[in-house]
């Protein structure tokens, strides 16, 4: 569920109904789509403050650099033996590990109900340092610890281990990985951690259950705050459920290997593609979770505003939101007619979005308000890739099949 959903265990609910303004979400976006896909930052590393207290890290593959903001959607899972279920969220671009706040937290004054008691799990096992499954250079000790410094502070440890993880009384995963984040860090939203769906080779999609008949794992994003959707974990093939699906090829990208990159062939907008150069089209397209809108090429962007533009001109404008440059003003009307935006990709696979997934409202509950076309340029140093973000993958099951190499689309799942 959304971490705004009244249910949610994360007490963040919001009693009002409104969406996050434009500014927040766009600025927000911006954030994460530099933070995975910008220049890397090469300035040299801070000298250690102490012996011992100054691991280095890489830059790329450092499973505990902080993406801005919270993540969208959460899952309850188990730890350890017996099960100690948490509230963590669920994502795709991490940089290889599952994160969980653990005991001890006494550095700062944050409540320690919300974490992971290592000594009261009877299956837990240490991850040496200089094995094979701890990313670490150089470790303080024997273990695959590392101690983390910000300004000359220290802000706590973080040690790997591998323990149980219960999806569900039938589902679970033996001597799984993850970093125990301890004596103060925190996850970088207010779940209890973060659960690694990357392709990493020690996510949870790499450990989910491999057959000709299951994939890695799918999910379903709900359209809207108050309604649920899921995550699935090795589930049986979509066509062999008597459901539609349409799959389209992973493509690789050695710079970003742990993301899930499409190929983007061609756009429509209330029927064929627009005529939109190949050359023009070509390059990576990022799918992600908690990017909320969509990002296009600029020249590509251009091409869909000023078609969709054309189909609207009997509705009346308003006034840009914050970077969203394409609004309407529907107060008063009884029926709102737009064409649809069909993206499609290599393969054969499409999206075919409707308004909820391709309209942004600030008040989501009246389509007969104000309403922005949700999608932009790509912001910042990241203009040669597109991003597919959460709106646009709204009500469907995305389908990841790492056997095969490929992500199919279901629609109309939840």
């Not at 969709?308 to 007619?337: K, Q, S």
Request: charged share 15%; with cysteine.
């Amino acid at each position: 569920m959304h971490r705004s959903h009244p249910c949610s265990g994360l007490g963040e609910a919001q009693q009002t109904h409104a969406e996050a303004p434009a500014e927040d979400v766009l600025q927000r976006d911006a954030l994460r789509i530099n933070s995975l896909l910008g220049e890397e930052d090469c300035s040299p590393a801070p000298a250690p403050t102490s012996p011992g207290t100054g691991a280095r890290v890489p830059t790329k593959g450092d499973p505990l650099r902080s993406l801005p903001g919270a993540l969208q959607y959460h899952v309850t899972v188990g730890f350890g033996t017996p099960v100690q279920r948490f509230t963590v969220g669920f994502e795709t671009a991490t940089n290889g590990a599952t994160l969980l706040q653990c005991k001890p937290c006494a550095t700062y004054p944050e409540p320690c109900s919300d974490s992971f008691d290592p000594s009261a799990s009877s299956s837990l096992a240490h991850v040496p340092c200089g094995s094979p499954d701890c990313p670490f250079q150089s470790c303080p000790g024997r273990g695959c610890t590392v101690n983390v410094n910000l300004n000359r502070r220290f802000r706590g440890n973080a040690t790997f281990v591998t323990d149980k993880l219960t999806l569900s009384p039938s589902s679970t995963v033996d001597k799984f990985r993850f970093a125990c984040l301890e004596a103060g860090l925190r996850t970088t939203d207010s779940s209890s951690g973060i659960l690694d769906l990357s392709r990493n080779s020690h996510s949870l999609a790499s450990r989910a259950p491999s057959s000709l008949f299951t994939v890695a794992f799918s999910y379903c994003l709900p359209a809207f705050k108050n309604n649920v959707g899921f995550l699935s974990i090795g589930a049986v093939r979509p066509e062999f459920s008597g459901r539609n699906v349409s799959y389209t090829p992973l493509r690789s990208n050695a710079a970003n290997g742990n993301l899930y990159f499409l190929e983007l062939v061609g756009i429509g907008v209330g029927g064929p593609n627009l005529p939109i150069p190949p050359t023009t089209l070509a390059g990576n397209s990022l799918l992600d979770l908690h990017t909320t809108f969509t990002y296009l090429k600029p020249e590509v962007y251009k091409v869909l505003r000023d078609n969709f533009r054309e189909w609207m001109t009997h509705y009346r404008r308003a006034a840009p939101r914050e970077g969203l440059d394409t609004c309407y003003d529907f107060t008063g009307l009884n029926i709102v007619v737009m064409p649809a935006i069909t993206l499609n990709f290599a393969g054969g696979a499409s999206i075919d979005l409707s308004i909820p997934e391709m309209m942004y409202f600030p008040d989501p509950n009246n389509f007969f308000s104000i309403a922005c076309l949700a999608f932009a340029a790509t912001p910042g140093n990241t203009k040669i890739v597109s991003v597919i973000g959460a709106k646009a993958q709204a009500s469907m099951e995305v389908v990841y099949d790492l056997r095969a190499g490929k992500v199919g689309f279901v629609p109309y799942r939840c």
